[in-house]
């Protein structure tokens, strides 16, 4: 497979992801900031989710940078991980028209769980296939950013059994982190280079 063309595809789709949530924004009906502070929730709602495809494309690109080699099953793992960022934008929409209902917010919070290990899958996937390629280190004072992760939206999928918005809160800080380990200037690096 060509990582260019793979590259490509994949920036073209989360392009898309990003757009369809924009447009699900609505224009407020009154001409002051009352009109706009009445869509507060959803703004915040769709920033989250559109920070969180933001951080994910930068992390791809980082993943993709050195690799040499892309396989079928490196080729498999990243449709998957499209395809879970893709439904995004649908479960971001079905969380705020539902008010935060218990099965979207869990449905939200399990396609940020497994995107991020599908991703991590991915990542294992291109490091066997490109020897020498090392793990992405993103960290915030020391902890593992995509670790955390994992562990968060788990708590946030059985959180939102319990108080459904947890999903939606729990996936700000989880950006939130990510932001700041990129600003950070996270650690990327093939071994021995």
Same mark, same amino acid.
């Given at each position: 497979?060509?990582?260019?063309?793979?590259?490509?595809?994949?920036?073209?789709?989360?392009?898309?992801?990003?757009?369809?949530?924009?447009?699900?924004?609505? $224009?407020?009906?009154?001409?002051?900031?009352?009109?706009?502070?009445?869509?507060?929730?959803?703004? $915040?709602?769709?920033?989250?989710?559109?920070?969180?495809?933001?951080?994910?494309?930068?992390?791809?690109?980082?993943?993709?940078?050195?690799?040499?080699?892309?396989?079928?099953?490196?080729?498999?793992?990243?449709?998957?991980?499209?395809?879970?960022?893709?439904?995004?934008?649908?479960?971001?929409?079905?969380?705020?028209?539902?008010?935060?209902?218990?099965?979207?917010?869990?449905?939200?919070?399990?396609?940020?769980?497994?995107?991020?290990?599908?991703?991590?899958?991915?990542?294992?996937?291109? $490091?066997?296939?490109?020897?020498?390629?090392?793990?992405?280190?993103?960290?915030?004072?020391?902890?593992?950013?995509?670790?955390?992760?994992?562990?968060?939206?788990?708590?946030?999928?059985?959180?939102?059994?319990?108080?459904?918005?947890?999903?939606?809160?729990?996936?700000?800080?989880?950006? $939130?982190?990510?932001?700041?380990?990129?600003?950070?200037?996270?650690?990327?690096?093939?071994?021995?280079?």
């Amino acid at each position: 497979m060509n990582k260019g063309r793979l590259e490509a595809f994949t920036d073209a789709l989360l392009a898309i992801a990003a757009t369809v949530m924009v447009l699900e924004l609505h $224009i407020p009906e009154i001409s002051s900031l009352k009109g706009l502070t009445e869509q507060a929730v959803t703004v $915040i709602a769709y920033l989250i989710s559109f920070l969180t495809i933001y951080a994910v494309w930068y992390a791809h690109h980082g993943l993709f940078k050195d690799a040499e080699v892309i396989s079928g099953g490196a080729y498999i793992l990243n449709g998957i991980w499209i395809m879970l960022l893709l439904f995004l934008p649908l479960f971001t929409g079905w969380l705020i028209s539902t008010r935060y209902s218990v099965f979207p917010s869990v449905l939200y919070a399990a396609d940020h769980f497994l995107s991020i290990l599908t991703f991590s899958l991915l990542e294992r996937r291109l $490091i066997k296939d490109n020897p020498g390629l090392a793990p992405q280190e993103m960290t915030v004072m020391g902890i593992n950013v995509r670790k955390v992760s994992l562990i968060m939206s788990v708590v946030s999928m059985a959180g939102a059994f319990i108080f459904p918005p947890i999903s939606l809160y729990i996936s700000g800080i989880m950006v $939130i982190i990510s932001i700041i380990s990129i600003a950070m200037g996270d650690k990327r690096s093939v071994a021995g280079k």
